[in-house]
């Protein structure tokens, strides 16, 4: 159960790692002191939904189509996967990915909730990532090894989230340098590309792969 719980938390990692709204929230609540804690678990458990949507409701809507087009799933979400290691890597090169938390006045719990949820739900990057990426990568397990892939992911944003509250003091001066976010985003790039890579054997898209044709 090792290799698919570590394959879990990588994944899930990797795609959290790129700075959004949501972390960048999170980020700020944690620099700000306000809710932290709240707004952590508010993330993580609904990553967690997410990733549970994605891993139960997915591979059972699919998994006739999944076993027949295997190939063809594995080959997106390489590409897929693909694109998210090109965009780390332009990020990279340009810097773009540096930022500053903004200082603000408190706000009730209630506030910062609905502000979490709507940065949350109303991403749609978060369901590519949680339910159908997610759901689909999880098609390679089966039994307990899908759902120990699962665990990583859920244990991967729980991780992330609470570093990034937690630690956000010692953190804001690393996190709004240039140059530590493109060693961060060379970093994730290349984690992506691993995976990619993995999952085009996985799939026997690749030349000299036992596991079926190449395509």
């Known amino acids: 159960m090792i290799e698919p719980f570590l394959s879990g938390f990588l994944l899930g990692l990797s795609f959290i790692l790129a700075i959004g709204p949501q972390n960048a929230f999170v980020l700020r609540q944690g620099l ?5 804690l709240a707004v952590v678990l508010f993330c993580a458990l609904s990553d967690a939904l997410l990733i549970t949507v994605g891993i139960a409701g997915l591979s059972w809507f699919i998994s006739d189509l ?4 295997s190939a063809e799933l594995f080959g997106f979400a390489a590409l897929w996967l693909s694109v998210y290691g090109v965009q780390r890597l332009r990020d990279a090169w340009r810097g773009a990915s540096g930022m500053q938390a903004a200082a603000g006045s408190n706000r ?3 506030a910062t909730l609905g502000t979490a949820a709507l940065l949350t ?3 749609p990057h978060v369901y590519l990532d949680t339910v159908v990426l997610l ?3 999880s098609l390679q397990y089966v039994g307990t090894a899908k759902w120990a892939f699962g665990l990583g992911a859920v244990m991967a944003s729980l991780t992330f989230f609470s570093s990034l509250a937690l630690g956000a003091r010692a953190l804001s001066p690393l996190m709004g340098t240039t140059r530590s976010w493109r060693i961060i985003d060379t970093l994730i790039a290349s984690v992506m590309f691993a995976l990619a890579f993995g999952l085009l054997q996985s799939g026997g898209l690749l030349v000299g792969n036992d596991s079926g044709a190449v395509r």
Do not use: E, I, P
Request: proline fraction near 0%; hydrophobic fraction near 45%; aromatic fraction near 12%.
């Open 32 to 36: 700000l002191r306000q809710h932290a």
């Open 66 to 69: 999944a076993a027949q087009y």
């Open 108 to 110: 009730a719990l209630s």
């Open 121 to 123: 739900f109303g991403n």
């Open 135 to 137: 759901g689909t990568l």
